[in-house]
Protein backbone atom coordinates (compact mmCIF):
# COMPACT_ATOMS: atom_id res chain seq x y z
CA UNK A 1 0.00 0.00 0.00
CA UNK A 2 3.08 2.26 0.81
CA UNK A 3 3.93 2.26 -2.69
CA UNK A 4 0.50 2.88 -3.89
CA UNK A 5 0.94 5.82 -1.93
CA UNK A 6 3.83 6.90 -3.68
CA UNK A 7 2.79 6.69 -6.86
CA UNK A 8 -0.49 8.34 -6.49
CA UNK A 9 1.85 11.42 -4.85
CA UNK A 10 4.28 11.19 -7.18
CA UNK A 11 3.20 9.88 -10.09
CA UNK A 12 5.52 11.92 -12.43
CA UNK A 13 8.50 10.09 -11.80
CA UNK A 14 12.38 11.72 -12.09
CA UNK A 15 12.40 13.70 -15.30
CA UNK A 16 15.05 13.35 -17.95
CA UNK A 17 17.27 16.58 -18.78
CA UNK A 18 16.53 17.17 -22.23
CA UNK A 19 19.78 17.32 -24.64
CA UNK A 20 19.41 18.79 -27.73
CA UNK A 21 22.29 19.49 -30.34
CA UNK A 22 20.92 22.94 -30.87
CA UNK A 23 18.81 25.16 -28.88
CA UNK A 24 15.66 26.00 -30.41
CA UNK A 25 14.24 28.21 -27.11
CA UNK A 26 15.89 29.98 -24.80
CA UNK A 27 12.69 29.62 -22.86
CA UNK A 28 13.61 26.59 -19.99
CA UNK A 29 11.42 23.45 -20.12
CA UNK A 30 9.54 23.03 -17.31
CA UNK A 31 6.65 20.69 -17.15
CA UNK A 32 7.00 18.40 -20.39
CA UNK A 33 7.62 15.11 -19.27
CA UNK A 34 9.85 13.76 -21.78
CA UNK A 35 10.49 9.79 -21.02
CA UNK A 36 11.59 7.95 -17.82
CA UNK A 37 14.95 7.52 -16.90
CA UNK A 38 16.79 4.47 -18.85
CA UNK A 39 17.13 2.08 -15.84
CA UNK A 40 15.36 3.67 -13.43
CA UNK A 41 12.52 1.37 -11.61
CA UNK A 42 9.10 1.57 -13.33
CA UNK A 43 6.46 1.95 -10.71
CA UNK A 44 4.10 -0.77 -10.49
CA UNK A 45 0.97 -1.26 -8.08
CA UNK A 46 0.70 -4.47 -6.78
CA UNK A 47 -2.26 -5.94 -5.11
CA UNK A 48 -2.56 -8.57 -2.86
CA UNK A 49 1.05 -9.24 -1.56
CA UNK A 50 4.01 -11.35 -3.12
CA UNK A 51 2.46 -13.83 -4.96
CA UNK A 52 1.81 -17.36 -1.96
CA UNK A 53 1.44 -20.61 -3.05
CA UNK A 54 -1.95 -22.18 -0.63
CA UNK A 55 -2.17 -25.57 -0.49
CA UNK A 56 -5.81 -27.11 -0.58
CA UNK A 57 -7.27 -28.23 2.78
CA UNK A 58 -6.88 -32.13 3.03
CA UNK A 59 -10.65 -31.94 3.83
CA UNK A 60 -11.35 -30.77 0.47
CA UNK A 61 -9.45 -32.81 -1.49
CA UNK A 62 -11.59 -36.14 -0.73
CA UNK A 63 -14.84 -36.01 -2.53
CA UNK A 64 -17.91 -37.08 0.22
CA UNK A 65 -19.91 -40.00 -1.42
CA UNK A 66 -22.84 -39.31 -3.09
CA UNK A 67 -25.72 -41.25 -3.33
CA UNK A 68 -26.28 -43.30 -7.00
CA UNK A 69 -29.12 -41.18 -9.11
CA UNK A 70 -31.14 -43.48 -10.41
CA UNK A 71 -33.21 -43.11 -13.82
CA UNK A 72 -36.74 -42.21 -13.68
CA UNK A 73 -37.55 -45.77 -15.37
CA UNK A 74 -35.23 -48.61 -16.15
CA UNK A 75 -33.99 -49.55 -19.50
CA UNK A 76 -36.65 -51.66 -20.83
CA UNK A 77 -39.95 -50.67 -18.35
CA UNK A 78 -41.23 -48.33 -20.87
CA UNK A 79 -40.69 -47.49 -24.49
CA UNK A 80 -40.90 -43.45 -25.87
CA UNK A 81 -42.86 -43.29 -28.60
CA UNK A 82 -40.90 -41.36 -32.01
CA UNK A 83 -44.02 -38.70 -31.95
CA UNK A 84 -42.81 -38.06 -27.63
CA UNK A 85 -39.69 -38.08 -28.79
CA UNK A 86 -39.69 -35.83 -32.04
CA UNK A 87 -42.34 -33.34 -29.33
CA UNK A 88 -39.91 -33.36 -26.85
CA UNK A 89 -43.36 -34.47 -24.15
CA UNK A 90 -42.08 -37.33 -22.31
CA UNK A 91 -43.33 -37.69 -18.70
CA UNK A 92 -40.83 -39.66 -17.06
CA UNK A 93 -43.11 -40.08 -13.89
CA UNK A 94 -44.78 -43.40 -13.97
CA UNK A 95 -48.66 -43.03 -14.10
CA UNK A 96 -51.70 -45.63 -14.46
CA UNK A 97 -52.77 -46.80 -17.49
CA UNK A 98 -56.63 -47.74 -17.21
CA UNK A 99 -58.15 -49.58 -20.17
CA UNK A 100 -61.95 -49.72 -21.44
CA UNK A 101 -63.81 -52.22 -23.75
CA UNK A 102 -66.20 -51.23 -26.50
CA UNK A 103 -67.83 -54.31 -28.28
CA UNK A 104 -68.01 -54.44 -31.87
CA UNK A 105 -71.16 -56.03 -33.24
CA UNK A 106 -70.49 -59.06 -35.40
CA UNK A 107 -71.80 -58.85 -38.99
CA UNK A 108 -75.20 -60.95 -39.23
CA UNK A 109 -74.94 -63.93 -41.63
CA UNK A 110 -77.51 -63.12 -44.30
CA UNK A 111 -79.06 -66.30 -45.56
CA UNK A 112 -79.91 -67.07 -49.11
CA UNK A 113 -82.80 -66.86 -50.26
CA UNK A 114 -84.70 -70.36 -51.49
CA UNK A 115 -86.46 -70.16 -54.96
CA UNK A 116 -90.42 -70.73 -54.83
CA UNK A 117 -89.50 -74.18 -57.17
CA UNK A 118 -88.37 -75.56 -54.28
CA UNK A 119 -91.11 -77.32 -53.05
CA UNK A 120 -89.60 -79.87 -50.50
CA UNK A 121 -88.96 -76.09 -48.43
CA UNK A 122 -92.03 -74.02 -49.50
CA UNK A 123 -94.91 -77.28 -49.66
CA UNK A 124 -93.21 -79.83 -47.84
CA UNK A 125 -96.74 -82.00 -47.66
CA UNK A 126 -96.51 -81.44 -51.85
CA UNK A 127 -96.74 -84.80 -53.48
CA UNK A 128 -93.61 -83.40 -55.03
CA UNK A 129 -92.16 -82.91 -51.38
CA UNK A 130 -92.79 -86.96 -51.56
CA UNK A 131 -91.22 -87.84 -54.90
CA UNK A 132 -87.75 -86.55 -53.35
CA UNK A 133 -87.65 -88.15 -50.24
CA UNK A 134 -88.16 -91.80 -51.73
CA UNK A 135 -85.34 -90.38 -54.40
CA UNK A 136 -83.04 -89.40 -51.96
CA UNK A 137 -83.31 -92.39 -49.64
CA UNK A 138 -82.83 -94.94 -52.63
CA UNK A 139 -79.84 -93.09 -53.59
CA UNK A 140 -78.04 -92.75 -50.11
CA UNK A 141 -79.59 -97.11 -49.85
CA UNK A 142 -77.14 -97.73 -52.81
CA UNK A 143 -74.41 -96.11 -51.09
CA UNK A 144 -74.67 -97.93 -47.74
CA UNK A 145 -72.04 -95.30 -46.68
CA UNK A 146 -72.09 -94.18 -43.03
CA UNK A 147 -69.34 -91.35 -43.60
CA UNK A 148 -70.72 -88.61 -45.20
CA UNK A 149 -71.23 -89.09 -48.83
CA UNK A 150 -70.52 -86.51 -51.68
CA UNK A 151 -73.17 -86.82 -54.40
CA UNK A 152 -72.40 -85.35 -57.90
CA UNK A 153 -75.85 -83.89 -59.93
CA UNK A 154 -74.89 -83.39 -63.85
CA UNK A 155 -77.48 -82.88 -66.95
CA UNK A 156 -77.29 -84.58 -69.86
CA UNK A 157 -77.68 -80.83 -71.47
CA UNK A 158 -78.89 -77.65 -70.36
CA UNK A 159 -82.02 -76.70 -68.79
CA UNK A 160 -83.25 -79.98 -68.02
CA UNK A 161 -84.09 -79.33 -64.32
CA UNK A 162 -80.71 -80.41 -62.03
CA UNK A 163 -80.31 -77.30 -60.32
CA UNK A 164 -83.84 -77.86 -58.98
CA UNK A 165 -83.60 -81.51 -58.47
CA UNK A 166 -80.35 -81.06 -56.16
CA UNK A 167 -81.64 -77.82 -54.46
CA UNK A 168 -85.29 -80.21 -53.26
CA UNK A 169 -82.64 -82.71 -52.64
CA UNK A 170 -80.85 -80.99 -50.54
CA UNK A 171 -83.52 -79.19 -48.37
CA UNK A 172 -85.21 -82.92 -47.96
CA UNK A 173 -81.90 -83.95 -46.32
CA UNK A 174 -82.27 -81.01 -43.74
CA UNK A 175 -85.41 -80.99 -43.27
CA UNK A 176 -86.57 -84.45 -42.91
CA UNK A 177 -82.99 -86.06 -42.50
CA UNK A 178 -81.77 -83.73 -40.09
CA UNK A 179 -78.70 -83.86 -41.78
CA UNK A 180 -76.17 -80.82 -42.40
CA UNK A 181 -75.89 -80.55 -45.76
CA UNK A 182 -73.72 -78.53 -48.42
CA UNK A 183 -74.71 -77.42 -51.82
CA UNK A 184 -71.73 -76.75 -54.36
CA UNK A 185 -72.71 -74.69 -57.88
CA UNK A 186 -69.21 -75.67 -60.12
CA UNK A 187 -71.38 -74.46 -62.98
CA UNK A 188 -72.43 -70.78 -61.50
CA UNK A 189 -76.25 -71.17 -62.50
CA UNK A 190 -77.51 -71.01 -58.70
CA UNK A 191 -76.13 -68.31 -57.06
CA UNK A 192 -78.30 -66.04 -58.74
CA UNK A 193 -81.54 -68.00 -57.86
CA UNK A 194 -80.38 -68.06 -54.58
CA UNK A 195 -79.31 -64.20 -54.47
CA UNK A 196 -76.22 -65.38 -53.45
CA UNK A 197 -73.06 -62.53 -53.98
CA UNK A 198 -71.17 -63.43 -57.36
CA UNK A 199 -68.05 -62.28 -55.92
CA UNK A 200 -68.37 -65.01 -53.21
CA UNK A 201 -67.24 -68.52 -54.21
CA UNK A 202 -64.73 -70.85 -55.25
CA UNK A 203 -63.09 -68.64 -57.31
CA UNK A 204 -62.27 -66.39 -55.00
CA UNK A 205 -61.43 -68.92 -52.43
CA UNK A 206 -58.66 -70.42 -55.29
CA UNK A 207 -57.57 -66.70 -55.99
CA UNK A 208 -56.63 -66.74 -52.32
CA UNK A 209 -58.89 -63.35 -51.89
CA UNK A 210 -61.75 -65.23 -49.83
CA UNK A 211 -61.09 -67.74 -46.99
CA UNK A 212 -63.47 -70.83 -47.74
CA UNK A 213 -65.44 -70.38 -43.95
CA UNK A 214 -66.03 -67.17 -45.65
CA UNK A 215 -67.27 -68.20 -49.15
CA UNK A 216 -69.68 -70.66 -47.66
CA UNK A 217 -72.78 -69.05 -46.41
CA UNK A 218 -76.03 -70.32 -44.79
CA UNK A 219 -79.50 -70.70 -46.73
CA UNK A 220 -82.77 -70.52 -45.16
CA UNK A 221 -82.70 -73.44 -43.79
CA UNK A 222 -81.01 -74.45 -40.69
CA UNK A 223 -77.79 -77.10 -41.20
CA UNK A 224 -78.31 -76.43 -44.98
CA UNK A 225 -74.88 -73.99 -46.44
CA UNK A 226 -74.07 -73.14 -49.94
CA UNK A 227 -70.44 -72.83 -51.74
CA UNK A 228 -70.87 -71.18 -55.02
CA UNK A 229 -68.62 -70.79 -58.13
CA UNK A 230 -67.70 -67.00 -57.67
CA UNK A 231 -67.05 -64.53 -60.13
CA UNK A 232 -65.28 -66.43 -62.39
CA UNK A 233 -65.78 -69.64 -64.37
CA UNK A 234 -62.92 -72.73 -62.81
CA UNK A 235 -62.10 -75.81 -63.69
CA UNK A 236 -60.86 -76.87 -60.55
CA UNK A 237 -58.09 -80.20 -60.94
CA UNK A 238 -58.29 -83.41 -59.03
CA UNK A 239 -56.24 -81.79 -56.06
CA UNK A 240 -58.36 -79.42 -55.49
CA UNK A 241 -61.68 -80.99 -55.21
CA UNK A 242 -59.83 -83.73 -53.09
CA UNK A 243 -59.19 -80.36 -50.82
CA UNK A 244 -62.21 -78.58 -51.24
CA UNK A 245 -64.53 -81.71 -50.34
CA UNK A 246 -62.21 -82.85 -47.65
CA UNK A 247 -63.20 -79.92 -46.14
CA UNK A 248 -67.05 -79.83 -46.63
CA UNK A 249 -67.06 -83.86 -45.24
CA UNK A 250 -65.80 -82.78 -42.33
CA UNK A 251 -68.50 -80.42 -41.71
CA UNK A 252 -71.76 -81.77 -43.45
CA UNK A 253 -73.10 -85.35 -43.68
CA UNK A 254 -74.57 -84.84 -47.19
CA UNK A 255 -72.90 -83.00 -50.14
CA UNK A 256 -74.45 -82.03 -53.68
CA UNK A 257 -72.54 -80.75 -55.90
CA UNK A 258 -74.02 -79.10 -58.88
CA UNK A 259 -71.73 -80.22 -62.04
CA UNK A 260 -71.22 -79.50 -65.42
CA UNK A 261 -73.36 -80.82 -68.37
CA UNK A 262 -72.51 -84.10 -69.74
CA UNK A 263 -70.73 -82.64 -72.73
CA UNK A 264 -68.21 -81.01 -70.73
CA UNK A 265 -66.62 -84.76 -69.75
CA UNK A 266 -62.90 -84.04 -68.89
CA UNK A 267 -64.30 -81.61 -66.22
CA UNK A 268 -67.28 -83.77 -65.45
CA UNK A 269 -64.71 -87.19 -64.78
CA UNK A 270 -62.55 -85.05 -62.87
CA UNK A 271 -65.78 -84.41 -60.53
CA UNK A 272 -66.91 -87.25 -60.64
CA UNK A 273 -63.26 -89.53 -59.59
CA UNK A 274 -63.59 -87.47 -56.32
CA UNK A 275 -67.06 -87.96 -54.91
CA UNK A 276 -68.62 -91.12 -54.12
CA UNK A 277 -71.44 -91.35 -56.59
CA UNK A 278 -72.13 -89.18 -60.13
CA UNK A 279 -76.57 -89.30 -61.31
CA UNK A 280 -76.79 -87.95 -64.78
CA UNK A 281 -80.47 -85.59 -64.76
CA UNK A 282 -82.29 -86.04 -68.34
CA UNK A 283 -85.97 -85.43 -69.11
CA UNK A 284 -88.69 -87.70 -68.80
CA UNK A 285 -88.63 -89.73 -71.86
CA UNK A 286 -85.15 -89.02 -73.44
CA UNK A 287 -83.73 -92.90 -74.22
CA UNK A 288 -81.29 -94.57 -71.72
CA UNK A 289 -79.26 -95.62 -74.30
CA UNK A 290 -78.18 -91.88 -74.49
CA UNK A 291 -76.30 -91.93 -71.16
CA UNK A 292 -74.37 -95.39 -72.04
CA UNK A 293 -71.12 -93.75 -73.19
CA UNK A 294 -71.47 -91.15 -71.00
CA UNK A 295 -71.38 -93.86 -67.80
CA UNK A 296 -68.49 -95.59 -69.95
CA UNK A 297 -66.65 -92.18 -69.64
CA UNK A 298 -66.65 -91.79 -66.08
CA UNK A 299 -66.06 -94.86 -65.21
CA UNK A 300 -63.06 -94.77 -67.16
CA UNK A 301 -61.92 -91.62 -65.22
CA UNK A 302 -62.87 -93.31 -61.93
CA UNK A 303 -65.66 -91.85 -60.94
CA UNK A 304 -68.96 -94.25 -60.42
CA UNK A 305 -72.41 -93.50 -62.60
CA UNK A 306 -75.13 -93.88 -59.66
CA UNK A 307 -77.99 -93.90 -61.85
CA UNK A 308 -80.22 -91.96 -63.52
CA UNK A 309 -82.95 -89.01 -62.59
CA UNK A 310 -85.62 -88.71 -65.01
CA UNK A 311 -86.99 -85.15 -64.54
CA UNK A 312 -91.18 -84.41 -66.00
CA UNK A 313 -92.59 -80.56 -65.79
CA UNK A 314 -96.14 -80.92 -64.59
Not at 22 to 45: H, L, M, N
Not at 86 to 112: D, H, I, K, Q
Not at 248 to 254: E, F, K, S, Y
Not at 290 to 314: D, K
Amino acid sequence: MGRMLDTLKFGEGRRAPLTMDKPVDATPVQDCVVDWEIGAEVPFVEVGGPGKKVELSPGLQVHPPQPASRPPHLPGEIKIPAAAKSTGVYLTEPRPLTAAFEPWPAPAPALLTIPSDVVACHQPDHPASKQYADLLGAMLESLKANTPVALLLSGLRPNVGTGTVLLNLAATAALRQKSRVAVVDLRGSLAERLSCPASSGLAEVLAGTLALDQAIMPMGIPSLNFLGRGKSAITPGKEVLAWILGCLRARHDVIFVHGPTADAMPLLGACASQLDAAYLVLPHGEPAAASHGIAGAINGMGGRLGGLIHTHFE
